[in-house]
């Protein structure tokens, strides 16, 4: 992890420079004891963890000062951010609190120790590694599921200027992505939800959009691509017979 240091304290600052050239798994990029300097390192930096000093006597201006400038950036991904301070009050917590600070260490506190602040920084930053990641798995899930989906309406010449063809695209999306399988919620309540249009005219939407394809794509594309069976009275699929099967087409192929 990389950690930018604003502490105005010499001694802490040397121990934690200790401390780093003993492990492998930190690195300061920058100690600094103002907060403005603070800011021009960390847009240098982008460091992954912060440790804030509050008070910076013996530096520029305050902790506080950072974490509001901080906050102006907006930023998508924050470092992970462990203020240390000598101040132990109600409103200073609900502050920081307030400012995103992931963790408050107290320096007069019992068993107070800098090794104890890196270790706290490094098992944060592990925690959201482990979610971002798992948010992108499911980012790059989503888009295959996507790209699928899209891919087998095209075979079969399911029309793009249909509203039907929306409709059977989110509601196959839906049934690949819905883990409770006992859910009381069929595929036409979902979309009569989604788009404030009542079950019917979901329905027939649907229903017409398959009509179409099956009147004007070649029976050979019909017959390799969508091989379920069909009522032999009406030669077309049901929406509902429809969505299923893609969904577990698709399925296996994921």
Known sequence: MRILLIEDDV??????????????DIGFVAMTNSNVEAMKLFKTYTPEGIILDLELNQGEGTGFDFLEELNKLNLKNRPKIIVTTNICSDSVYEFLHKNNVDFIFYKKQDKYSQEKVINTLLLLGEYT????????????????ISSKINRELDLIGVSNHLQGRRYLYDAIKYVIEEKETSSKITTVQYLAKKYKK????????????????????????????YTARINYETGIPTPTEFIYYYADKIRKQL
């Open 11 to 24: 001694n802490e600052c040397n121990i934690y420079k200790e401390i780093a050239t003993k492990r492998t």
């Open 129 to 144: 590694s482990s979610k971002r990641e798992n948010t992108e798995q499911n980012e790059i899930c989503g888009n295959q």
């Open 198 to 225: 009542n079950n019917s005219t979901i329905s027939r939407a649907m229903q017409n959009c398959i009509i179409h394809a099956w009147r004007v794509s070649p029976i050979e594309d019909l017959t390799t691509h």
